[in-house]
């Protein structure tokens, strides 16, 4: 259960804030201008893009609290909880977030956090699949790495220029071979 206090507030935006909370979330009046939304985290994307809509809404405003239960908990924190969970399960359906480089303040206050996944993907038993790169040579720079002079047509006129302009038969040109 996470529970977002806000208000009073001189913002514009307030009343979209008090709606949107009602909208969402089980909203109550706490005191004049002083609501609160609560939100019961479970498998339900909308609730969390809920909670993360209100958050990035009213946040900044002072008089926001978050709390988690009965505890305090960062405002900050809590909305990029919600706003993981919420991709995460339109993706998925789960959580699948990768922990190879530790566990991000965010998860903590997340209901899908699986500290056992999190423990194996720091200790590097579910490692993510290699990167294979391929680099290709040129038939220019494989002839020279054979020792092989270029061909005479492909070498260079001393006295030529390079053009300000390409040429439109150098634009024409799609084969790997430079143009005539």
């Known amino acids: 259960m996470v529970t977002v ?14 709606a949107e909370a009602r909208s969402v979330g089980v909203c ?3 005191a004049r201008d002083r609501y609160a939304a609560r939100f019961v985290l479970g498998r339900d994307r909308g609730t969390y893009a809920g909670l993360a809509c209100l958050l990035e809404r009213v946040r900044h405003w002072r008089a926001t609290e978050v709390y988690e239960g009965d505890g ?22 789960e959580c699948r977030f990768r922990f190879d480089w530790g566990v ?9 956090f ?10 590097g038993e579910n490692g993510p699949p290699g990167m294979v790169f391929e680099i290709r040579f ?5 002839a020279l790495l054979r020792g092989e002079s270029p061909s005479s047509s492909e070498e260079l ?9 390409a040429p439109k038969e150098w634009r024409a040109s799609t084969s790997e071979e430079p143009p005539p």
């Open 72 to 93: 305090p908990v960062s405002a900050y924190h809590a909305k990029e909880m919600a706003w993981c969970a919420s991709s995460q399960l339109k993706s998925f359906g």
């Open 138 to 142: 040129g038939p220019r720079l494989q």
């Open 104 to 112: 991000l303040p965010r998860c903590s206050l997340c209901p899908l």
């Open 114 to 123: 699986d500290a056992q996944r999190a423990i194996r993907d720091a200790l």
């Open 28 to 30: 109550s009046k706490l």
């Open 157 to 165: 006129d001393a006295d030529w220029h390079v053009p300000d302009f």
């Open 5 to 18: 206090e806000f208000g009073p507030s001189r913002s514009k935006r307030f009343g979209k804030a008090v």
